[in-house]
């Protein structure tokens, strides 16, 4: 008599191990945006606290200078000081630095504080020449106001989600006006 596994056995053996597949592989993409989702809060929860700080003992209005962003999932919008996380879709969330004055309007891209402009490249110092005071904004999509992301940035924002929500945070010690 041959010792081995009949076919059957093979084939039990087989399913089995599909159905476990079926059960684990969802669960272990959900993790991962799980994962996703609680660094970017992470990251904006910190944000949120260090840049005004970083502004108000430095004098240094730069993002990267009071915190570190991971710049593989965070990238720059050319030279202004905001930058942008987007999840498999499209843009969902944009930290930046606002130059911002009385006729400033929410999202319109134009008052995104520029390095050179509003900002020296290499001090992060405010300029005299800016025309209003820094504010530091959490913005729901792009400098522009436009919000195009997936799953992911829905529960992001969502309000039984993870509870995000836009913000304007003073770093001059003035008002923030529009």
Not at 87 to 114: H, Y
Not at 126 to 151: E, K, Q
């Amino acid at each position: 008599m041959k010792k081995g596994f009949t076919m059957i056995e093979l084939i039990f053996v087989i399913v089995i191990l599909g159905i476990l597949a079926a059960v684990a592989i969802p669960r272990l993409a959900a993790t991962r945006d799980d994962a996703r989702l609680a660094s970017i809060k992470t990251d904006i929860g910190s944000a949120l606290q260090a840049v005004p700080s970083w502004f108000q003992g430095q004098r240094d209005a730069r993002i990267l200078e009071a915190i570190q962003l991971d710049t593989t999932a965070w990238t720059q919008n050319g030279a202004n000081e905001a930058y942008t996380w987007s999840d498999d879709v499209g843009e969902c969330v944009t930290l930046a630095v606002w130059d911002m004055n009385i006729t400033a309007t929410p999202n319109v891209g134009f008052n995104v504080a520029v390095q050179g402009v509003d900002i020296n490249q290499t001090t992060g110092r405010w300029l005299a020449a800016a025309s209003g005071s820094p504010v530091f904004r959490v913005i729901r999509g792009t400098m522009n106001g436009v919000y195009n992301g997936g799953d992911v940035c829905d529960t992001l924002w969502a309000n039984t989600g993870l509870g995000v929500v836009e913000a304007n945070i003073t770093m001059a010690g003035r008002a923030v006006q529009w």
